[in-house]
């Protein structure tokens, strides 16, 4: 274990991570945070929920001079919801030093943000959409800057971002310091990157796998029209503190939270064509604890960091092994344990060996539930309620009324009756869910999907194909609206 002293960062900063509660350096830290503290250029590649925004956020906030009032520091994020989260965790991380840190994202008044951008911030996190907006209007300008932070690098640098991203490259200096980070980093997209970089050094914070050990990975073979009978079954046995639920279009987030709400739960769903003011309260509703299901295509896959996410459902296989590592990466989260389990109707089973094979472990098979067992778990969860409440609560003005109500019946009627009402029993409400095409097979997944993105042949610049459902023309179109924000989400169907 690594103490944060040993590192060499300024008594400010140290302060503000005793705040924070942070004891000891993560290994990514303890890796990283030396060679940034020396302007190295890095490619960090650690597991998801070990600490990645500190390892890149501590060196960056000791870095910025706070007497001056340029920007200095910028840090690129594919998602609204990361930009937010990577500027709160940089605002506590620069408490100490008093650093202005400013998020600017697509979905939000940008008059409200060309305000905030003349209070002289001296660290931007933003997408690259609404980073480019405001280099475009002047507002935001960057030959200060002194160190660039590309978030879910290999996301950022996907075909989807990476013109925006080399526009704003090449806005900063050339001297620049360029730090990527991500849980995974496919060669071609390494090789790519260390095109715009100085001698990068590449640190990979050794783990056998890919995904977090604390994780249990379950796959559920199951028939696409008995996919969410199976689900809520999970659920009700399962009983997540908070769960999310991942599907592989808008249309499905919005049709399964739905169907999810008809049967009793309390989800919510979340995807790119909410507005901003619905996806913000959605998540906040759900950290709050007041939506206990998260429904969401990859939008929330990356960096989100929501304590209590005790279980991730892949309601539908993702589309490659990369998406498949950072969406069950929202469990398991800084050394605490979590479940993940993923369907796979018969046609996709050649999936499941693609991402077992990128992540070098195996999935552990789990027979579909049934309903009896369904009710079983459900009749636990009561039980668990009932003793939770003898613990806790003041019974007293109950004791009367009970000692009553034994006078009539049985204490083991009564104890059943108060069970079957606490109880949620397995509910056949019917739901509409539009079927989804399976994924194509196994060898059109690894041409169309992965080779596709990142073959060689591809990689110069600007000249990559579109990712299956994406249309380059429409995403282009986009380009110039002043309203662009994260277009990329849209195109992508998420
Ligand atoms: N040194 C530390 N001590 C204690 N907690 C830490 C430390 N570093 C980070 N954390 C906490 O661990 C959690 C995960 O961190 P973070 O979100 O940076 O992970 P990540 O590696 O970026 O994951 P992902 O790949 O999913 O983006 C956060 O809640 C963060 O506050
Ligand atoms: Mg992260």
Avoid: C
């Avoid at 965790?89 to 100490?96: A, M, P, R, S, T």
């Avoid at 696409?224 to 199976?230: H, L, N, R, V, Y």
């Avoid at 969406?327 to 991402?355: D, H």
């Amino acid at each position: 274990m690594t103490k944060f002293q040993d590192l060499g960062i300024s008594p400010a900063t140290m302060k503000s991570l005793k705040r924070m509660g942070f004891e000891e350096a993560t290994p990514v830290q303890a890796q990283t945070i030396p060679l940034s503290l020396e302007n190295k250029d890095l490619i960090g590649q650690a597991q998801t929920g070990t600490g990645k925004t500190a390892a890149f956020g501590i060196p960056l906030i000791d870095k910025i001079d706070v007497n001056s009032n340029v920007v200095q520091g910028i840090v690129i994020a594919p998602t609204r919801e990361l930009a937010i989260q990577v500027s709160e965790e940089l605002y506590k991380i620069g408490y100490g030093k008093r650093a202005r840190v400013l998020s600017i994202y697509g979905g939000q008044d940008i008059n409200r943000q060309i305000r905030a951008l003349k209070k002289f911030p001296q660290i931007i996190v933003g997408t690259p959409g609404r980073i480019l907006d405001h280099i475009n209007r002047k507002t935001l300008r960057l030959e200060n800057v002194h160190t660039v932070i590309l978030d879910e690098a290999d996301e950022m640098l996907n075909m989807g971002f990476i013109e925006d991203i080399e526009s704003i490259l090449a806005q900063t200096p050339e001297e620049r310091q360029t730090l990527l980070f991500s849980a995974t980093m496919p060669a071609p997209i390494q090789r790519m990157a260390e095109k715009f970089m100085k001698n990068p050094e590449v640190v990979k914070v050794k783990a056998k796998e890919m995904t977090v050990p604390s994780i249990e990975q379950f796959y559920v073979e199951v028939q696409e029209k008995s996919k969410f009978d199976i689900l809520t079954r999970l659920l009700n046995i399962q009983a997540p503190e908070l769960a999310i639920v991942f599907g592989r279009t808008k249309r499905r987030v919005d049709e399964l939270s739905e169907a999810l709400n008809l049967r009793g739960y309390m989800a919510e769903g979340i995807h790119g064509d909410l507005s901003q003011a619905k996806r913000m309260s959605v998540l906040k509703k759900f950290k709050e604890g007041s939506i206990d299901v998260l429904v969401a295509t990859d939008v929330a896959a990356r960096g989100l960091d929501i304590s209590g996410v005790t279980h991730v459902y892949n309601f539908d296989i993702p589309q490659d092994p990369e998406s498949y590592v950072h969406r069950i990466g929202r469990t398991g989260r800084a050394g605490k344990t979590g479940m993940a389990m993923t369907l796979i109707t018969p046609r996709e089973k050649s999936y499941l060996s693609v991402v077992e094979k990128t992540i070098k472990r195996k999935m552990e098979k789990m027979v579909p539930p049934t309903l009896d067992e369904a009710l079983e778990g459900q009749q636990k969860a009561a039980i668990e309620k009932i003793l939770q409440s003898i613990e806790s609560e003041n019974l007293q003005y109950y004791k009367q009324a009970a000692d009553e109500l034994l006078e009539q019946q049985d204490a083991s009627t009564i104890v059943a009756a108060v069970l079957k009402m606490l109880t949620k029993e397995p509910d056949s409400t019917p739901v509409t869910l539009t079927e989804e095409k399976p994924l194509p097979m196994k060898k059109d997944f690894r041409n169309n999907d992965r080779r596709g993105k990142y073959d060689s042949k591809n990689r110069s610049k600007g000249s990559f194909k579109p990712r299956q459902g994406q249309s380059q023309g429409n995403r282009r179109s986009n380009h110039s609206s002043s309203n662009r924000t994260d277009s990329r989400s849209n195109s992508y169907n998420r």
